[in-house]
Nanobody
């Protein structure tokens, strides 16, 4: 069973950028779906971006509509480290951001599909 540790959260101003990291340990995540979710207190956890297991040397990505064109998810280190580059941040992006993983190729943005979660990293965007 792999474990996940997020880092990179911070307090920033609107329109600034931030890059989150998710490091895995305890095994290879190359064959895992990995995803970023975020949670605002009082709301449901929201899927932000997901990456598939490596296929033809590429980890494909998918995004929630609210972040398309502003956020970019990448994986390096053989698929064991995932990043979320967040640009043009808005106050409504403020949330606790979580990294999640699951073995297989069904890579969704549904929290129910993931069984391994990190502890989260806080992002706060002020106007």
């Amino acid at each position: 069973q792999i474990t996940l540790v997020e880092s990179g959260g911070a307090a920033v101003q609107a329109e600034e950028s931030l890059k989150l990291s998710c490091a895995t340990s305890g095994g290879s995540a190359e064959t895992y779906c990995m995803a970023w979710f975020r949670h605002i207190p009082g709301k449901e956890r929201e899927g932000v971006a997901t990456t598939t297991p490596r296929s033809r040397r590429v980890f494909a990505a998918g995004y929630a509509d609210s972040v398309k064109g502003r956020f970019a998810v990448t994986r390096t280190n053989g698929g064991n480290t995932m990043y979320l580059q967040m640009n043009a941040l808005k106050p409504e992006d403020s949330a606790m951001y979580y990294c999640a993983a699951r073995p297989g190729t069904h890579c969704s943005l549904d929290t129910k599909d993931y069984d391994t979660w990190g502890q989260g990293t806080q992002v706060t965007v002020s106007s």
